[in-house]
């Protein structure tokens, strides 16, 4: 077996296999070893994939040696090479960082279970970004979304059951919108392989078959992606899911649903026809902004953080898709790269939420009185990564915004650029609030001292650090994610070759 | 290609917006699951019509029968029953331990209880 | 208790006990022949499946359970699961793509019939031991 030739498939293959593995083993500790070595060879197989990309341009694999139209193909090329790479890492640090946290919220019989379905989890996420086959990616979208409904229900609060329910309903109703827009597309094209669809478009353009399914496709991806008004969801499925599920999924979830509407509408439809003839940023422009508007305001009045992160995470969503809505190269790149280091922050915010929740039990806002004092790495940890959400210079957040911004500039759109500096000082309250209450406020004297109170074990806090590490590397340096998600814009724009 | 003689699609619109008011105008989650169905098996019809060539035997190849209806939305379908089957599985597990911890299976009441512990 | 019911249902317990074992037979039918006609692993574990569960309802839960165990469709899930993927390894091993089922055997025909049958039977495996166990699961609940 050659195995530099076989990474296509090895990404999906192995954490497919580990899922029944922790079926059968049914031992927790084991399972989590098991899972955390499975997600490291992942990541390792998506670095490879990665370089290779980088060197060699697409690759191509034919699953069951079927070439591409008539079988189904797996197709990378830098756009999903580096969507790959992110989320199996943060599949790796989260799973690393889960140990303890999962080993306190969850019943031990039903560890193996979690592990589990984290894995068909990850299997349906990177299988939704490698293959090349539009009913495929149904097929994947759906066992990530009915594996996150298992893993959102192992939420220690009942309401976890009610959350992942309403989730339920939502997101089936977007895979399935997302299945007749597939269908509609294959009626009027006659392939179901994205890059030969790609190619006959523009012959059946005139048929209103590819209208209704860009429309289908469009409302579906946005549920997934969770864009306003479509977001309702989100908010609690995260709030009550255990904290590491909801780093995971803050994370990817969403963004691997961005990065398939990036497919559809730069790639398969085309700019031309998405923004030129659809005028599809006359829909989702004013969604983004009141995304990253509105929902930052929200984030003001959460006095839980997981829910205040939770809101945050619906605005940011809305930069991206306002990026993506400028449809010139600089705003495709500055809407990937915001992917990236929103996937980044994101979860290293969660997980040091996460870290808070391991040891006083709840998250509330107002009862953090001066935590700097007993929990000092944990309270570093979400100034670092919330000055990144903010956007100050010199980290990752700054590098997106400012990509972001200059990308409105460039093509005239003053006032988005105005809107997002003013979202961006929303952030700067409610992100703001935290931190002083965590740094400056005493706790008031007529309280007893909390018993027991200490810092998060380090079992959490070096996977979370490794990840502000990553964070704070990307934001000094942030030409390198630039130059990728440049060239991965480009890719896009460029449509299949 | 009257109206009429496209009633296959009236039938596929007809079930899908009844599914889809199931989901969002009844309370109780069962009855939002068979709603949930109803929308799926819409879906399944679309394609299946979409597959269907007019004289089309079944696509099992013999002699004789050079005519035969497309068999890819079948194959794609058997995967979504699949899929659908789990949903309603994951859908109907959820249904039973939200019984369990809030005795009640009303959207309603589900979320007048939520928003009492709330304000406790 | 129990034998009152046993006695009610006397017609419909023989019945069901005929009617089992060509139950399982037309499933193993569907399966084994699904590569050369229709037929297949879906059909045939919810065939298969079908039989158990007709079991479940007239000779009362615990008896089938006593037969499949909970613990023992847990391991039938995973294994039909390992049984697809590792005709899937395995030719990858054998050098070629992911589940090209012709490098099972040096005729490329011959490989495709043994990579149908041994995926369709993983396949059978697990769809027949989730409808077991989602019928075992739903069932016992007591609402």
Known sequence: MDIAQQLPALVIVLPMLAAPLCVLIRHSALCWALSVFTSLLTFLSAFGLFNQVRADGVIRYAIGGWAAPTGIEYYVDMANASMLLLVSFISLIVLLYAYESVKKSVVKAKHYLFYAAWMLCLTGLLGITITGDAFNVFVFLEISSLSMYMLIAFGSNRRALTASFRYLIMGSIGASFILIGIGFLYAATGTLNMADMAGRIPDAEAQRAVLVAFSFLTIGLMIKSAVFPLHGWLANAYQYAPVAVTAFLAGTATKVSLYVLLRFFFSIFGTEYSFGYMLLNVVLLPAAIVSFILLSLVAIFQSDLKRMLAYSSVAQVGYIVAAFCLATEQGLTAGIVHIFNHGIIKTALFMSVGCMLFRLGHTHRNSLDNLISTMPFTVVAFIISGLGLIGVPLTVGFVSKFTLIGAAMEKGWWLVGALVLLSSLFAVIYIGRVIEIMLFRKVRVNEPAPVGMKEAPLSMLVPMYALIGVSIWFGVFGTTTLSVAREAALVLLGGYQ | MSILGLYNYWVVVALMMAGLYIMIARYNLIKKIIGLGVFQTSIFYLYITMGKVHGGTAPILAEGYPLYSNPLPHVLILTAIVVGVATTAVALALIVRIYEEYDTIEEDELKSIELAEQES | ?143
Not at chain 3, 59 to 74: D, E, M
Not at chain 3, 111 to 131: C, S, Y
Request: hydrophobic share 55%.
């Open chain 3, 1 to 143: 208790m129990k034998l009152y019911v046993r006695q009610r249902h006397r017609v419909l317990q023989v019945v069901t006990k005929l009617i089992i074992p060509f139950v399982l037979l037309f499933a193993l039918y569907v399966q084994f022949h699904g590569d050369y006609g229709p037929g297949g692993g879906f059909q045939a574990g919810v065939l298969f499946a079908s039989a158990f569960i007709l079991h479940g309802l007239i000779f009362g839960l615990q008896r089938t359970r006593s037969v499949l165990t909970p613990s023992l469709l847990r391991v039938l899930m995973a294994l039909g699961v390992l049984i697809y993927l590792g005709t899937g390894i395995v030719t990858m091993l054998l050098g070629h793509n992911l589940l090209d089922y012709a490098a099972l055997a040096a005729n490329p025909k011959t490989g495709q019939h043994w990579g149908i049958f041994a995926v369709e039977l993983g396949v059978g495996v697990t769809v027949t031991a989730v409808m077991v166990s989602l019928f075992y699961s739903f069932a016992s609940k007591r609402l």
